[in-house]
């Protein structure tokens, strides 16, 4: 006889306000409505994912860990207007809950906002009044995929899209295999160009590829897989030692393979339809 799941739905009004979490004998997820942001994800029992140690819910735009959502546009913005702060208006918004249920084997959870939610938002009038965004979220002992629908009902929308996900990891020994050949345009060193081995993490990374491959990730510490349907692009970013986006040290902690639409890669979605991103994290 299968044991009957634990199941915990957590509403902490104080510091972990917003914060879900749900868990069973595969492990264990948290999300928080902030963004709906992937915070915890614990397969088997063992963290996934990176969190820098100074972060707090709700005390910054973004944060850096978890995994964040990026959208309608990521970083500073492919088009001919200044953004006025990086990565989007969703992660800056609580979502609402539409779903959530956990099982042994199993969570999912479901989250939603629109852009009458971040109609107030400094750049929002760039984009439909009327988009829509759904989250899917399921999550295993091996596996975890996030399927992002962006929907716009009247009027077509040009968008930036991507999840932005710190892999927990060694990086002064990591690497990411998956993109030889593949062209990038390299932010650190203003340079472009495509390597013929896998990208060492123990450095100052900021690439954009400009091809959705499956990726591996492997360092002393193990290995992920990365793959994703509906991307057209890969980041790959490292603050690197001198980077001030996390507290001293901790950049050798993490490293961000990200998939998404991005840059040239941009996205249309017509008026009355959607576009699905989906990215799955499995564990080795």
Not at 106 to 122: K, N, Q, S
Not at 163 to 175: G, N
Request: charge should be neutral; charged fraction near 20%.
């Amino acid at each position: 006889m299968r044991r009957h799941a634990r199941y915990r739905y957590r509403m902490n009004k104080k510091a972990g306000d917003g914060l879900i979490s749900l868990s069973g004998d595969w492990g264990s997820i948290s999300v928080h409505e902030l963004g709906a942001t992937v915070t915890s994800w614990r397969p088997g029992g063992r963290e996934a994912l990176f969190t820098a140690s100074n972060e707090t819910p709700g005390a910054a735009p973004m944060w850096h860990g978890g995994i964040p959502v990026c959208a309608p546009w990521f970083g500073a913005g492919p088009g001919d207007w200044k953004v006025p702060f990086s990565h989007g208006l969703v992660s800056r918004v609580r979502w609402k809950v539409i779903s959530t249920a956990g099982d042994d084997d199993r969570a999912h959870l479901t989250l939603a906002t629109d852009a009458a939610a971040t109609r107030d938002l400094p750049g929002a009038n760039h984009f439909p009044s009327d988009l829509r965004y759904v989250l899917d979220i399921v999550a295993d002992a091996s596996r975890l995929t996030l399927g992002l629908t962006i929907v716009s009902p009247t009027r077509d929308a040009v968008v930036e899209l991507a999840f932005h996900p710190y892999l927990l990891t060694d990086a002064p020994t990591a690497s990411v295999a998956g993109l030889e050949s593949v062209g990038f345009t390299d932010y650190a060193v203003s340079a472009v160009g495509s390597e013929d081995s896998p990208v060492a993490v123990g450095r100052y990374l900021d690439r954009v590829y400009e091809q959705a491959r499956p990726t591996k990730v492997t360092s002393q510490s193990g290995s992920l897989r990365l793959a994703a349907q509906g991307a057209s692009s890969v980041i790959v970013w490292n603050p690197g030692p001198a980077g001030t986006q996390v507290p001293d040290g901790e950049w050798e902690r993490f490293v961000c393979v990200e998939y998404g639409c991005v840059k040239r890669n941009q996205t249309l979605i017509p008026a009355g339809g959607t576009h699905l991103l989906r990215m799955t994290i499995t564990v080795d």
